[in-house]
């Protein structure tokens, strides 16, 4: 496990308690720049609430999440450090794609140039005068994309970015982020979507009631197995025909 200084990402011994209950219990991992990590988990594993924790959308009980050293809340100019999509587009579903970037862009001083540029990234271009009303799930996913790309953030971190997408709209996300990995920066994603993980992920962090049972390169956490399908169910017990 990386340092908190040598981390995109640093998450050590967080733990989210309601009442008795313990949603995430002393979760620790690492993300490294250059990379695409995958973070996997059956429903109600804690996947979704380390993610707020990450981005200061909710409090740990204990433990500590960093982005780039200290916590999301301290950065200056968080939208230019970290690019997150956990609610997909988040727009007023009155307001014009383009309105919703450009209010994005003014209220975090981002050059109004960036947003053509976002918009063709996620192919969105045609769509941009559409109200979000009109959005499919699909195009409210790449919207909610190009929000995170807009300050150029050296870190994403998504939630399901390809739910909706048709088979293409998968592929043509697969190569930004991972041509965005390559550049140098950060991407955590969390996803249901074995196949896709496989073919995306340089790394895997997978939770499972509330615990991180395997992390490490895509490689290491699946020795011994035929697929991450394969590892997955493996790993976490889930039978088929489970929900997960």
């Given at each position: 496990m990386l340092t908190k200084?040598?981390?995109?990402?640093?998450v050590h011994e967080v733990t989210k308690t309601y009442g008795p209950t313990s949603v995430v219990d002393k979760v620790s991992f690492t993300v490294c720049p250059g990379r695409v990590t995958g973070f996997l988990g059956p429903n109600g594993a804690g996947k979704s609430t380390t993610l707020r924790i990450l981005l200061g959308l909710d409090r740990p009980t204990s433990g500590t999440a960093l982005i780039e050293g200290k916590p999301y809340v301290e950065h200056a100019q968080p939208l230019r450090t970290v690019g997150a999509m956990i609610?997909?587009?988040?727009?007023?579903?009155?307001?014009?794609?383009?309105?919703h970037l450009r209010w994005l862009a003014q209220s975090n001083r981002i050059a109004k140039q960036r947003i053509p540029e976002v918009l063709d990234m996620v192919g969105l271009t045609q769509a941009a005068r559409m109200r979000v009303r009109a959005y499919s799930l699909g195009m409210k996913q790449r919207l909610g994309l190009a929000a995170a790309l807009l300050g150029e953030p050296?870190?994403?971190?998504?939630?399901?970015?390809?739910n909706g997408l048709d088979p293409e709209g998968i592929r043509s996300i697969r190569r930004l982020l991972r041509d965005y990995a390559r550049q140098g920066n950060t991407v955590l994603l969390s996803s249901h979507l074995m196949d896709e993980t496989a073919k995306i992920a340089d790394d895997l962090v997978i939770i499972n009631k509330g615990r991180i049972i395997a992390s490490g390169s895509l490689a290491e956490v699946t020795s011994g197995y035929d697929s991450l399908e394969e590892a997955f169910f493996g790993l976490t017990g889930i039978k088929g025909g489970e929900s997960w």
């Open positions: 200084d040598q981390a995109s990402i640093y609610d997909g587009a988040s727009a007023i579903p009155e307001r014009r794609a383009i309105d050296r870190i994403l971190v998504l939630d399901e970015p390809v």
